[in-house]
């Protein structure tokens, strides 16, 4: 009873967020419609991270990372007294770079309020607090950063791929404005707690949707197969990453002593009437020197790649693999939605049966409860006639209530594939761009090797 | 090719034979048969005088054939030479006495008039009947020893190391096989071209190689054999090749499977395959190594080791090797099978513990005969052989880390191909009509190839990686750790020849002391006389002297030869006659020497109770205390002794000559074939490197291209 109750609570309070965000769909879409129609490129890096003390000592330090924009959409083009835009010139938008610096937090915050305001899209996952580096301390090393500013990166371009987030003004504010700072103070505060929502998910954990739309049953298998082979990825490529550390690492101690080996075959000297031929020996001094320098050379090259392992793929894929846990959050999102409103129907169903039973007669009350009535000298029929018409008001609020649950259980579903669809495109661009990264590095890494060891070999006598 | 080699080893054959020509005229003056001396000239070589073998008394009853040596060397039945050079083949016995007795005298050395006779003309035939080798090595007129084993560092033909076939590596290393024989001698390469499992002769199972090599048949023609060897038999030709050649760095062979790991995992042939196929490697190796040295080369063991005709138990149970010495230091030191009386006459340190250097200049020799022993040559070639083996085992270790290392990693690469497969199959699922689509599994799938080439390359490279550069280092360190075995029988060598020296000072001494302490007596005897003829009581103490001498001497003299007792005795009596007729004035003289005398074998005999305190420093018994009959017999023994020791320093001197020679040489080549083999080991990887980096970019250029093509 209690539950169907929070259920009911929860429904009415979806019905405004969702409605709200269709409205707000509405509006953004009528406001910026020619933007909708042209899809304006948006591209953004995140670079340069850098090491801030906090600007009044109250803060501690804290990492910038420098964002830059380029986009030919007039409207980020535009001064902020909203007078006529820079230039109309797409070509020469293009060529503005607008530039902010960002901390992480404020990446947060765009989340939680692009999560609030589009609650049916796929909020792209930011990187991990990672709590344990700040108590380690070093959250200020380069690896930690660098991997970071690429994780943020993956962020910022997700929702620029966005066809609803990239129109978002927060995002605008967000990329260009110089108020950000202050917008951010106002607004952190004032933000609704999801606590809410945290609790909910948890009653709901271990309930499941009745009849389940057999598109959802696959994205799920799919996701979850994914999901596994993403993660498998990712633990071969962090060992592949460690061993190729240590292969590196190999070939500089074996650079060491090939160094040593080098320096014993030119240091000796003739042995009495055996004279060392010191002419091979220059040449085998020389050609031990060159294969060294080839060797180093492997050990470097070998460290460019793994450091691309390392800060970028790796990355790529931990993310992609957040992408596909926020899918899941949509999806069971969209599946409560759905057990909301099964479990509206079932109470309706219930309410409806005991109003039956009461108008068809005693069936519904036991023999008991009516012997106690009776001696109370309470007036059988009136009352029952009250719990009747009780009933029903009740029912009929249940109906209304069932059928903005259905409404808004189809609209999330059918929301719910629109982002799918939209997933897995972001996710096939993504892997293009990655797999197309990860082949560019091995053919840069191989080409460079090629070069090197062809070279040593014409150089070997 | 094989005629050339061939009229090679005749030349090898008769300059000895010339050579020692004119000492054997000097030596067997005696001897008008002037066609007798090349059947002569090693009689003392003979391994088989003294023995019951067919050919002890010589090779008389062979007809004398015109064929090639080789012919003699390669049939079974044929007399079993030493060497094929002729340096060493058996001679015709009972022709001069001199031999038998110099052979019977190996065991009653001492007694030996002959040995005295003959043993100049052993020294003396030393470095003569060793000149082919010498010449071979040092004339450069053949190969260097180790010319060719740089080659032999290749990979065996015949055995496709790479999973890829197309690997050019393999196929140049097997050029390098070709261009290689194109210069003399080195079409020997010997091939193993198989192994696997076979009955040996006493229908055991074992692992059996197939070697394949060239001989020349008795047409002189070339003609391949092809033998199969189990490893415990190139274990044992390993074994006696180090105690046939001494002053040689015999080429190693991989090691003996440990015992632990025996049990657990028993040989059987699908299991060690690894292993089977790695001493295939090394084993090949080992032979061509072999081959390249002259002196293993030219030994008939390792030859018939060669030819499929011969078991090796036999070869075992047949000279050379049965009648190897169990000492190398008692024997000539460039063929320890030779028969010497004179080296068995060699001291037998086992410990080196004297320094060299301080010992040689203590000899007061010249500058120049100082230089003759090359200490200092000897002393950088150690420090520069323990610089390269400190330097080549961290490299060994790195190589292996690295191998061990890129294998982890390939597997990975396996792993990962297998998943990217995965991606590309799950994202196929998606029936979508936008191209992107459809082609991104196709990447994904290419990527995963990718992988899969990454891998195959790497278990390529790693496999590289060990035949070119770890089992060659392997090899290396080996060598060179075999060079220790042959500096230490140098040592030895030189410990022997300052114990000779030691022996010879010692005895010089003795030999003065006992000179002096005779000439003292003489000087006493001839002042007594003197005295006697005045006083009779000195007559009379030298009477009782002499009665003296004589009791002790028949005391003393009981455990010696009869028959110089009873001359010495006869020879006393004399002087009791002579000094008899002394005049008795000398009684009272002769009373107190007679007391001196009594005192003195008081002395003597509590002495001799506690031997110690009676013998000098060198565990001798000071002159004073002997009679004079001993001291006599002493000087006597001495002379034979010093004459013998001298005979030996100069035989030991000359050993040292050609150790130290021969050592040098080969501590030489080593240097140099390890310089050689590095150089070809950065060659081959260099070229490993370059195939796998090849291999890969290919593979990742395609991908890319099928990426951009999403």
């Known amino acids: ?461 | 090719m094989g005629r050339r080699k061939s009229s090679n080893k005749n030349k090898n054959h008769f300059t000895p034979v010339q050579q020692n020509r004119e000492i054997a005229i000097v030596e067997n003056n005696h001897n008008s048969m002037e066609n007798e001396i090349d059947d002569d000239y090693e009689y003392d070589n003979n391994p088989f005088v003294g023995t019951t073998h067919m050919f002890a008394s010589g090779i008389h009853d062979i007809p004398p054939t015109s064929q090639p040596i080789d012919t003699l060397l390669h049939s079974p039945t044929k007399p079993q030479y030493l060497y094929e050079d002729g340096a060493t083949s058996p001679t015709p016995l009972g022709k001069d006495p001199l031999t038998t007795s110099s052979h019977s005298s190996l065991s009653t050395h001492l007694s030996a008039n002959s040995t005295n006779s003959s043993s100049p003309n052993i020294t003396q035939q030393y470095p003569d009947s060793y000149s082919p080798i010498q010449q071979q090595t040092n004339s450069g007129s053949t190969v260097e020893p180790f010319e060719n084993l740089s080659m032999s560092m290749a990979v065996p033909k015949n055995k496709n190391l790479s999973i890829n076939n197309n690997n050019n590596n393999n196929i140049r290393t097997s050029d390098n096989h070709k261009t290689s024989s194109l210069s003399p001698l080195q079409d020997d390469q010997i091939v193993i071209v198989d192994c696997g499992d076979y009955n040996d002769p006493w229908g055991k199972h074992a692992i059996g190689y197939i070697i394949k090599s060239k001989k020349i048949n008795d047409e002189g023609v070339i003609i391949e054999q092809e033998v199969t060897r189990r490893y415990s038999e190139f274990h044992s030709l390993h074994h006696v090749l180090t105690r046939l050649l001494p002053t040689v760095i015999i080429p190693p062979i991989p090691s003996k499977h440990s015992i632990i790991k025996y049990f657990l995992n028993p040989i059987n042939a699908e299991n060690d395959s690894k292993i089977i196929a790695m001493r295939q490697r090394r084993l090949m190796a080992f032979l061509n190594h072999c081959n390249a040295i002259v002196e293993i080369n030219q030994l008939i063991t390792f030859q018939k080791f060669l030819d499929p005709n011969y078991l090796w138990k036999d070869i075992l149970n047949s000279p050379p090797i049965s009648i190897l010495p169990t000492n190398n230091l008692l024997a000539p030191p460039l063929n320890p099978t030779k028969p010497s009386p004179l080296h068995l006459l060699l001291p037998s340190p086992t410990t080196i513990n004297t320094n060299i250097g301080k010992f040689l200049s203590s000899l007061n020799l010249t500058t120049e005969e100082l230089e003759s022993f090359h200490l200092n040559d000897f002393h950088s070639f150690e420090t520069q052989l323990t610089q390269f083996l400190n330097v080549l085992q961290p490299l060994l270790q790195r190589v292996k880390n690295n191998k061990f290392h890129i294998h982890s990693v390939s597997s990975q690469f396996a792993e990962l191909g297998a998943y990217f497969n995965a991606l590309s199959l799950e994202n196929t699922s998606t029936s979508s009509p936008d191209d992107a689509f459809k082609n991104l599994p196709m990447a994904i799938e290419k990527i995963g190839h990718s992988y899969d080439v990454n891998y195959v390359t790497l278990e390529i490279l790693i496999e590289n990686l060990q035949n070119l550069i770890e089992e060659p280092l392997i090899d290396l360190i080996k060598f060179i750790q075999d060079s220790k075995r042959i500096i230490i029988f140098k040592n030895l060598k030189f410990v022997q020849y300052q114990i000779i020296i030691n022996t010879i000072e010692k005895r010089k001494s003795r030999l003065n002391e006992l000179n002096d302490f005779d000439n003292k007596m003489h000087r006493l005897d001839v002042a007594l006389n003197r005295d006697a003829i005045t006083s009779p009581t000195v007559a009379n103490a030298v009477r009782n002297m002499n009665k003296q001498d004589n009791t002790n001497n028949t005391s003393k003299s009981i455990n010696q030869d009869d028959n110089m007792t009873t001359d010495e005795i006869t020879s006393g009596n004399i002087t009791n006659d002579n000094i008899s007729v002394d005049d008795e004035s000398s009684q009272i003289m002769n009373d107190s020497q007679y007391l001196i005398q009594l005192q003195l074998q008081k002395n003597k005999q509590k002495l001799s109770k506690r031997k110690n305190k009676t013998t000098n420093k060198f565990g001798q018994i000071e002159p004073e205390f002997l009679t004079k009959i001993e001291r006599d017999e002493e000087i006597k023994k001495l002379n034979k002794e010093l004459l013998k020791l001298k005979d030996c320093e100069v035989l030991i001197k000359s050993d040292l000559v050609q150790v130290i020679e021969s050592t040098l040489t080969h501590l030489n080549d080593l240097i140099k074939f390890v310089k050689r083999s590095c150089h070809f080991m950065l060659k081959d990887m260099t070229r490993a490197i370059i195939d796998w980096i090849k291999e890969c970019l290919t593979t990742w250029q395609q991908t890319k291209s099928k990426i951009d093509s999403i």
């Open chain 1, 1 to 461: 009873m209690a539950d169907s109750n929070t259920g009911t609570q929860r429904s009415s309070y979806d019905v405004d967020t969702i409605l709200n965000t269709k409205n707000h769909d509405k509006t953004d879409s009528s406001a910026t419609e020619t933007d909708q129609n042209t899809k304006y490129i948006l591209e953004i890096r995140v670079s340069d991270p850098q090491k801030k003390s906090g600007d009044h000592g109250t803060t501690g330090a804290y990492v910038s990372y420098q964002i830059s924009t380029k986009t030919n959409n007039p409207s980020y083009h535009k001064r902020k007294d909203n007078s006529t835009p820079l230039a109309e010139n797409s070509k020469l938008m293009m060529e503005k770079i607008i530039v902010v610096h960002r901390r992480y937090s404020d990446l947060l915050l765009l989340q939680e309020i692009l999560a609030n305001d589009y609650a049916t899209c796929i909020i792209p996952p930011l990187p991990d607090k990672k709590v344990f580096q700040y108590i380690a301390g070093d959250r200020f090393s380069q690896r930690f950063t660098q991997k970071r500013c690429r994780s943020l990166q993956n962020f910022l371009r997700r929702i620029a791929f966005h066809p609803i987030l990239s129109q978002s003004n927060v995002l605008k504010m967000f990329l260009m404005s110089d108020d950000w700072e202050s917008y951010r103070k106002n607004l952190a505060d004032a933000l609704p707690s999801n606590k809410d929502e945290v609790t909910d998910t948890f009653m709901n954990a271990f309930k499941s949707v009745h009849i389940q739309n057999e598109a959802f049953v696959e994205i799920k298998d799919k996701n979850d197969k994914l999901d596994h082979t993403i993660t498998k990825l990712d633990k071969i490529f962090h060992k592949i990453v460690k061993k190729n550390d240590t292969i590196a690492e190999d070939y500089s101690k074996l650079g060491t002593n090939l160094q040593d080996l080098k320096e014993l075959v030119s240091n000796n000297n003739n042995i009495g009437k055996y004279e060392a031929n010191s002419e091979d020996d220059q040449q085998l001094s020389k050609d031990l020197k060159i294969f060294t320098d080839g060797i180093i050379q492997l050990s470097y090259g070998l460290s460019d790649l793994n450091k691309y392992l390392d800060y970028e793929y790796l990355v790529d894929l931990k993310d992609l693999e957040h992408y596909i846990d926020s899918m899941r959050q949509l999806v069971k999102l969209k599946d409560q939605k759905q057990i909301d409103y099964e479990e509206l129907n079932e109470y309706l169903a219930k309410s409806v049966k005991t109003r039956d039973n009461l108008i068809s007669g005693y069936g519904g009350n036991n023999f008991f409860t009516n012997k106690i009535e009776e001696f109370t000298g309470i007036n059988q029929e009136s009352s029952r006639r009250e719990k009747i018409s009780k009933l029903e008001s009740k029912i009929s609020s249940l109906n209304i209530e069932l059928e903005s649950a259905k409404k808004i259980a189809d609209a999330f579903e059918k929301e719910t594939l629109k982002e799918v669809n939209l997933f897995e495109e972001t996710k096939t661009h993504e892997l293009k761009g990655s797999l197309g990264n990860l082949a560019d590095h091995h053919i840069k890494f191989y080409e460079k090797m090629l070069e090197t060891w062809t070279d040593i070999d014409s150089n070997l006598k």
